[in-house]
Antibody, heavy 123, light 110 residues
Framework: EVQLVESGGGLVKPGGSLRLSCAAS????????MSWVRQAPGKGLEWVGR??????????DYAAPVKGRFTISRDDSKNALFLQMDSLKTEDTAVYSC??????????????WGQGTMVTVSS | QSALTQPASVSGSPGQSITISCTGT?????????VSWYQHHPGKAPQLLIY???NRPSGVSDRFSGSKSGNTASLTISGLQAEDETDYYC??????????FGGGTKLTVL
C-alpha cells in the first residue's frame, strides 16, 4: 500500500526559508513522477512542481509562481521527497501535499496523496 | 498558466444528476486527453474520481462519469447522494509539461 507522510511545515517570516519532507512507503520514489500540490486557505488546489524518475533524468518542472524560489529534490536512500522553499511570500501560505503523478493510473493523474503539512508565511 | 474555469457552486436533489464543467484552452484541456477529476473533503486527501477524461479508478462508483468536448471537460454525478456534498476539482496536463487545476466547485445536495 502506497503511503505518503509530509512534515516540516510551520510559521516563517516573509523572505525566509523552509524545507518540507515527504516520506514514502509501498513504492520507490525514484521510479515515480512525484509532485507537490498546495491549497491556500479558502482557495483551490494548485500544482507546485514535480520531479521525474531517475530513468527520465530526474528533471524538475515548476509552476510559474514558485519557479526560481522552490526546489524539489529526492533522497533515494531515504525513499523521500523534499521541497526547499526560499524567499517565501505571504501568498505561499498553504497546506502542502506530496502526490504521485500518473503512478497508479497514468494520464498525469494524482492517485496517492499525503495528508499535507501547513506552511504559514507571516511577520 | 491560468487555472481552469469551473462553476463556483452547483446543487441538486437526491437522486438527480448534476454536471460540473471545466473549461480550459487548446494548450491544456483541448491539447491532451489528460483531464482528471477529484473529490475533496476539506481536511482529507483528495480522491481521484476520473483520469484520462473518462476512466474510473478501481473502487470509484459508476455514478461518476467524465467526458470532454473541445476545450471543456465535464464531470457528471448521477443518482446524487447526500455523501456527494463536498468540493470537486478538475486538472489537466498542459502543452508546457505542467499541470493546472480548476478553481473548484462546491456541490450542495438539497
Amino acid at each position: 500500500e502506497v503511503q505518503l507522510v509530509e512534515s516540516g511545515g510551520g510559521l516563517v517570516k516573509p523572505g525566509g526559508s523552509l524545507r518540507l519532507s515527504c516520506a514514502a512507503s509501498g513504492f520507490t520514489v525514484s521510479s515515480a513522477w512525484m509532485s507537490w500540490v498546495r491549497q491556500a486557505p479558502g482557495k483551490g488546489l494548485e500544482w507546485v512542481g514535480r520531479i521525474k524518475p531517475k530513468t527520465e533524468g530526474a528533471t524538475t518542472d515548476y509552476a510559474a509562481p514558485v519557479k526560481g524560489r522552490f526546489t524539489i529534490s529526492r533522497d533515494d536512500s531515504k525513499n523521500a521527497l523534499f521541497l526547499q522553499m526560499d524567499s517565501l511570500k505571504t501568498e505561499d501560505t498553504a497546506v502542502y501535499s506530496c502526490a504521485t503523478e500518473g503512478y497508479s493510473y497514468g494520464y498525469h493523474s494524482f492517485h496517492d496523496w499525503g495528508q499535507g503539512t501547513m506552511v504559514t508565511v507571516s511577520s | 498558466q491560468s487555472a481552469l474555469t469551473q462553476p463556483a457552486s452547483v446543487s441538486g436533489s437526491p437522486g438527480q444528476s448534476i454536471t460540473i464543467s471545466c473549461t480550459g484552452t487548446s494548450s491544456d484541456v483541448g491539447f491532451y486527453d489528460y483531464v482528471s477529476w477529484y473529490q475533496h473533503h476539506p481536511g482529507k486527501a483528495p480522491q481521484l474520481l476520473i483520469y484520462g477524461v473518462t476512466n474510473r479508478p478501481s473502487g470509484v462508483s459508476d455514478r461518476f462519469s467524465g467526458s470532454k468536448s473541445g476545450n471543456t471537460a465535464s464531470l457528471t454525478i448521477s443518482g446524487l447522494q447526500a455523501e456527494d456534498e463536498t468540493d470537486y476539482y478538475c486538472s489537466s496536463y498542459t502543452s508546457s509539461s505542467r499541470v493546472v487545476f480548476g478553481g473548484g466547485t462546491k456541490l450542495t445536495v438539497l
